[in-house]
């Protein structure tokens, strides 16, 4: 199992989280671009928690220098794993030549490829979709998946569904292009030797069953996201693990105690915190108001703790404090 790549969703504070939810389940930091690393602030690209293992770095770019630059430092900064983005289909993407746009180009990622498994010791992966625009030939995704491959790449996370590279939002994206789950099982009756894991609506442990049987892995996007306590039941259902009994009582207190940490080391405010874990407590009684405490910026001058009190109570007892 593991949790998708989010952009401005899957900073270290939801990893946090979600690793107080899960001990196994693999994460990913949101997309960080080769040149954000080469020319920006590589600690505020790259600090994550030791307690966030297992970790991938996900990259963005096309060069395969500046892949193999970037990935040195991932593995430097002691991320599990490098991805390489060959699946976002934003326009301010392509116009960086990379992402989704990058599987017309196979040789080029497999240069790209080749470039960071010569210089990390870490796996290096590749995150991609089954087609772009209207191309929904099987052989398409099958020809890149063996290109790849051949450069050292034994991981492929794939997301079931094409990029449509005009005419439709990320969002759009993520909904619209009809999910050929299909496509990625014959990948890997096809790729016996390599690890493939789907990617792609998936919601319910219905699906993540019905996939884990003609597939290596799972990765959960949004879902993860607005339903953070799903990821509760992961190690017991998928790695055999039920050493643990969590309350959702006891990841908020963790989560404020984190946030304590954080505001004094690095000055975080806790507001820039609460806002990963506002699902929490979906589905249960009184989990609206609680979201709405949690989420109200006239609580800013508040510390945390203070805060978890007045979301723990009932309206007419909040009022009368």
Known sequence: M???????WTDKHCRYLHRLLSQHTLLYTEMVTTGALIHGDVARHLRFEAEEHPVA???????????????????????????????CPSERVQRGAFGACLMNEAGLVADCVKAMV???????????????DKIESYDFV?????????????VFIVHARNAWLKGLSPKENREIP?????????????????????????????????QLDQVDGVMVG??????????????????????????????????VLYMEREAREHGTHWYAIARHMLGL????????????VWSDHRLKTLPPHEVMKLARTKPAEALAA
């Open 2 to 8: 593991s949790v998708a790549p989010m952009m401005d």
């Open 57 to 87: 770095l996900q990259l963005g770019g096309s060069e395969p220098a500046d892949l193999a630059q970037s990935a040195r430092l991932g593995e430097q900064w002691g991320y599990d794993e490098i991805n390489l983005n060959c699946g």
């Open 118 to 132: 010569d210089v990390v010791q870490v796996p290096v992966t590749v995150k991609h979709r089954i087609g772009i």
């Open 142 to 154: 099958r020809d890149f998946v063996g290109t790849v491959a051949d450069a050292g790449c034994e």
């Open 178 to 210: 009809p999910l050929r789950y299909e496509i990625v099982a014959q990948l890997k009756r096809d790729f016996p030797a390599l690890t493939i894991a789907v990617n792609g609506g998936v919601k319910t442990d219905e699906v993540v069953r019905q």
């Open 222 to 255: 949004r879902e993860a996201y607005h339903n953070p306590w799903w990821l509760a039941s992961w190690d017991a259902l998928y790695y055999q693990d039920e050493s643990r009994e969590l309350t959702r009582e006891a990841v908020e207190e963790q989560m």
């Open 281 to 292: 407590r979906n589905g249960l009684a009184g989990a609206r108001r609680w979201r709405q």
